[in-house]
């Protein structure tokens, strides 16, 4: 680990544990960054905008892992982050994708490259898709258009299988002596894991356990809801997902979009509450003309109404804005269910 004179003012491992997050904001292109102690901090991924997307860092003793990835583009703010926090990216030994969608895993590859010593740490169902991710490229780009891709994703490079390690249901890991528990948790994709932190009794969960966006915290309380995209919605398994993540009374939980939550039993039955009802208005207009332009406004409607009931005092239109990419990817994967899956 690297010794620039900065680590006392920013170490994460300056106190045990920080009840209050301490954000930092940096010129020259440096991400924003929120440490929460326990050696963890949310690094903002710069995935489409600020706030949407965190790869969370984890340090422990002179070792350090990352929990998702944002894209290629996330490696260079990331790697300044690294070195303001006196680390190496020869200290990085893990690199955890909760799940192969590439705003979580877009940037795998390169971050091998770039950390010569990390293993990779995927699912199984993802694993091959990691070594060999041609299939992940072309199904993105037959929905984005090639430019598209490109301008969103950047270079999406295979990893060496041999650096890579397969994390089934209820894989254990010593990660320099902090022990990490991995779990099946399909709902949002049949290739996630949710990653278990005894140390801060917390999980770091992708997006099983839904988004939830700093904008709108009211008074420390934050605003959750589920993310139904894309092609592998299961209500059923999202359902028993979040059965089995509070079965470990967990304290917090850290979401790649956007960083660390709490409340958690409050979240848990509001986003089984609204996992029921993204169902109910998918079943109701299953067969109405322009099925996609009805379920972006009663999906849009429901949040809204959700969000200004929570007491959020942004305007409706930012809220709309703010909402927007993730009701029409939720309104995708709805379609998918309803189309594929039964949705009976």
């Excluded at 971050?111 to 490229?137: E, S, T």
């Excluded at 089995?244 to 039993?265: D, K, V, W």
Aim: hydrophobic residues 40%.
């Amino acid at each position: 680990m690297k010794n620039n004179g900065l680590s006392q003012a920013i170490n994460p491992q300056a106190e045990a544990r920080v009840d209050a997050p301490i954000t930092f904001m940096s010129s020259d292109h440096v991400p924003r960054v929120t440490d929460y102690g326990f050696g963890i901090s949310a690094i903002d991924a710069d995935y489409l905008r600020p706030g949407l997307a965190a790869i969370h860092l984890v340090v422990e003793g002179d070792k350090a892992a990352l929990v998702d990835t944002g894209t290629s583009s996330s490696v260079p703010g990331l790697i300044r982050v690294l070195g303001i926090k006196n680390l190496d990216p020869a200290d990085i030994a893990y690199v955890f994708v909760t799940h192969i969608h590439l705003d979580h895993a877009g940037g795998a590859g390169e971050f091998m490259r770039c950390f010569p010593n990390a293993k990779l740490v995927v699912h199984p169902r993802g694993a091959r898709h990691m070594a060999d991710p041609a299939r992940l490229i072309a199904s993105a780009m037959s929905v984005y258009g090639e430019m598209e891709f490109k301008r969103m994703y950047g270079v999406i490079r295979p990893v060496d299988a041999n650096r890579i390690i397969e994390a089934p249901d209820g894989f254990s890991l010593d990660f320099n002596g902090r022990p990490l528990v991995f779990l099946d948790t399909p709902g949002h994709a049949r290739h996630h894991y949710c990653i278990f932190d005894r140390s801060s009794q917390s999980f770091f969960t992708g997006d099983t356990f839904g988004l939830s966006y700093r904008e709108f915290d009211v008074d420390g309380m934050e605003f959750v809801f589920p993310t139904t995209t894309p092609v592998q919605f299961d209500p059923v398994a999202a359902h028993a997902s979040l059965d089995r993540i509070m079965g470990y009374e967990p304290s917090y939980a850290f979401l790649t979009h956007y960083g660390r939550i709490g409340h958690l039993p409050r979240h848990a039955l509001e986003l089984h509450q609204l996992i029921d009802a993204h169902v109910r208005i998918a079943r109701e207009l299953r067969d109405v003309p322009d099925r996609r332009t009805a379920l972006v406004e009663e999906l849009g409607n429901l949040l809204l109404s959700r969000i200004v009931a929570h007491g959020c005092k942004l305007p409706q239109e930012e809220i709309h804005d703010l909402l927007s990419l993730d009701v029409g990817l939720n309104v995708q994967g709805l379609e998918n269910w309803l189309d594929h899956a039964g949705g009976n």
